[in-house]
């Protein structure tokens, strides 16, 4: 049953009823769904909620899985659509103290792990300042590696739609992390000035 593709365990799935070949689905796919869930929510409580209400979901929407996209696809715009929603109904987003950004670089020895580290952690910060629908378009395009004809597949958008609007999204994202970097940069003089001044 491992062999069998996405695609075919559905069918199987919705023609037999048989449990095992939806387990096989949410074996495959159980951890990425709450990666997302956690990237979406930042708590692990609630990406593992999230995950359990998004695979309930997936059992009562199979039959209008119509293979126009691959599943991954298809589960990956369900789990998007889902975070996002739950997004909007908390109006949370995560909150930055200068606590925490200074303990992010602080006993930085010029490692390249680390520069790596704080420039994902940079993005991270300019990625949580998007609209969820837009962070959910690079997140399948760029974590997911969802073809531009899937994405406008699922969303019943033209392509050329689809590629626009990733493009104002990564515009907007490049503006954000732009704005992140400079803003520590002028911290950091500032920092400089100050302590030279004593």
């Given at each position: 049953?491992?062999?069998?593709?996405?695609?075919?365990?559905?069918?199987?799935?919705?023609d037999?009823?048989?449990?095992?070949?939806?387990?096989?689905?949410?074996?495959?796919?159980?951890?990425?769904?709450?990666?997302?869930?956690?990237?979406?929510?930042?708590?692990?409580?609630?990406a593992?909620?999230?995950?359990?209400?998004?695979?309930?979901?997936?059992?009562?929407?199979?039959?209008?899985?119509?293979?126009?996209?691959?599943?991954?696809?298809?589960?990956?715009?369900i789990?998007?659509?889902?975070?996002?929603?739950?997004?909007?109904?908390?109006?949370?987003?995560?909150?930055?103290?200068?606590?925490?950004?200074h303990?992010?670089?602080?006993?930085?020895?010029?490692?390249?792990?680390?520069?790596?580290?704080?420039?994902?952690?940079?993005?991270?910060?300019?990625?949580?300042?998007?609209?969820?629908?837009?962070?959910?378009?690079?997140?399948?395009?760029?974590?997911?590696?969802?073809?531009?004809r899937?994405i406008?597949?699922?969303?019943?958008?033209?392509?050329?739609?689809?590629?626009?609007?990733?493009?104002?999204?990564?515009?907007?994202?490049?503006?954000?992390?732009?704005?992140?970097?400079?803003?520590?940069l002028?911290?950091?003089?500032?920092?400089?000035?100050?302590?030279?001044?004593?």
């Amino acid at each position: 049953m491992k062999n069998l593709t996405d695609e075919e365990l559905v069918r199987l799935y919705l023609d037999t009823q048989q449990n095992s070949y939806f387990e096989v689905l949410y074996e495959r796919y159980a951890d990425r769904v709450y990666r997302k869930c956690l990237s979406f929510s930042k708590d692990p409580m609630k990406a593992e909620d999230y995950a359990h209400d998004i695979f309930l979901r997936l059992v009562l929407k199979l039959s209008s899985f119509k293979e126009q996209a691959r599943f991954s696809t298809w589960l990956y715009s369900i789990t998007y659509n889902y975070c996002t929603d739950q997004l909007r109904a908390d109006r949370k987003m995560p909150v930055y103290s200068l606590e925490d950004d200074h303990n992010d670089y602080a006993g930085s020895d010029g490692d390249e792990a680390e520069l790596a580290e704080m420039e994902a952690q940079q993005l991270q910060k300019a990625m949580v300042r998007m609209e969820p629908e837009e962070q959910m378009l690079l997140r399948m395009k760029y974590q997911d590696d969802a073809s531009i004809r899937d994405i406008a597949t699922v969303y019943d958008l033209t392509e050329s739609a689809v590629k626009m609007r990733l493009k104002r999204s990564r515009d907007k994202l490049k503006k954000y992390y732009l704005e992140s970097g400079l803003f520590w940069l002028l911290l950091a003089a500032k920092l400089l000035t100050f302590l030279n001044n004593r």
